[in-house]
């Protein structure tokens, strides 16, 4: 029987003041609350960077870089001095060196990193952002830092590094841990855990489509994957609260060159620094 996730690993809850605010706004109309939705889904966290990160942070040559097709910059971070380079792509909310612990086992082994902290995170300015802009920011990171020998991205960051090798993104391999996969089912538990009906998933579909003049769907996991042509290992906990182990199987399902490793009891945070983990990210990426 899997093992439970521990405490840190626990599905990250709304607060209630933003829960009520939600549901005052649906009694006064379904166009607030749509929008009032739209702000939340694209305002991350910005957490302070833990200590555990901090050797990383100050060894990285730290750049800004502007990114044109978005009008926003992004801070950089070049860890190491190995021409063999590493695309590291962090989560929602999550920093350029929230990777780090895969990054000190990647130097060693003849490979440097390249990570970024996303528009409105970390060091980068904003207060908003969505998955588009993620993929605008690898696009640019390649032509200004590239060529990538592999790509690794975490939860949001594995699906855009799905999505950015669609686009054009040319490396040989990637590593995509804990990623999100059908944007429908991303928005649905956003607005349960807002406990707002499930039709107002929809409206916010709607609005981003026309504020973005993309079709959402295009931006799923799985639709990305189905045109990915190079190796991919795709990681995932049994026991991730935050995204369902299932999001994990269906992209490998639709992968060309697919490998699923699957761990118990990481959760959906902890499987970054976990030793085993490492280890076949390493095997996997030096495999010929």
């Known amino acids: 029987m899997a093992?439970?996730?521990?405490?840190?690993?626990?599905?990250?809850?709304i607060p209630k003041i933003i829960?009520?605010?939600?549901?005052?706004?649906?009694?006064?109309?379904t166009k607030l609350v749509t929008k009032f939705a739209a702000r939340l889904f694209t305002t991350p966290i910005k957490h302070k960077v833990p200590k555990r990160e901090l050797e990383m942070d100050a060894k990285s040559i730290q750049e800004l870089l502007y990114v044109p097709a978005i009008d926003k910059s992004v801070v950089t971070y070049a860890y190491g001095q190995s021409l063999r380079k590493v695309l590291l792509v962090h989560g929602w909310s999550g920093r350029g060196t929230q990777l780090f612990k895969i990054a000190d086992e990647l130097l060693p082994n003849g490979y440097s990193t390249?990570?970024?902290?996303?528009?409105?995170?970390?060091?980068?300015?904003?207060?908003?952002?969505?998955?588009?802009?993620?993929?605008?920011?690898?696009?640019?990171?390649?032509?200004?830092?590239?060529?990538?020998?592999?790509?690794?991205?975490?939860?949001?960051?594995?699906?855009?590094?799905?999505?950015?090798i669609k686009d054009g993104l040319k490396v040989e391999k990637a590593v995509i841990i804990g990623s999100g996969d059908i944007i429908q089912d991303i928005l649905e538990e956003f607005i349960f855990k807002?406990?707002?009906?499930?039709?107002?998933?929809?409206?916010?579909?709607?609005?981003?489509?026309?504020q973005y003049k993309v079709k959402m769907d295009d931006f799923s996991a799985y639709r990305a994957a189905?045109?990915?042509?190079?190796?991919?290992?795709?990681?995932?906990?049994?026991?991730?609260?935050?995204?369902?182990v299932k999001a994990g199987i269906h992209i490998n399902e639709n992968l060309e060159k697919?490998?699923?490793?699957?761990?118990?009891?990481?959760?959906?945070?902890?499987?970054?620094?976990n030793q085993n983990v490492i280890k076949n990210i390493l095997e996997f990426i030096k495999i010929s």
């Open 226 to 244: 189905q045109k990915v042509k190079i190796p991919v290992l795709v990681m995932h906990d049994k026991d991730d609260p935050e995204v369902l």
């Open 114 to 164: 390249v990570s970024f902290d996303a528009p409105a995170h970390g060091k980068s300015k904003g207060k908003t952002t969505i998955m588009s802009e993620f993929i605008a920011s690898i696009l640019e990171i390649e032509k200004q830092f590239g060529p990538f020998e592999i790509a690794i991205g975490h939860s949001l960051g594995g699906m855009s590094v799905l999505n950015a």
């Open 258 to 273: 697919g490998t699923l490793y699957l761990t118990e009891g990481l959760g959906h945070r902890k499987i970054l620094g």
């Open 194 to 210: 807002l406990g707002l009906r499930k039709e107002i998933s929809n409206h916010l579909r709607k609005a981003f489509e026309d």
């Open 3 to 13: 093992k439970k996730a521990t405490n840190p690993t626990k599905s990250l809850k």
């Open 19 to 29: 829960i009520l605010s939600a549901k005052i706004c649906t009694f006064i109309s």
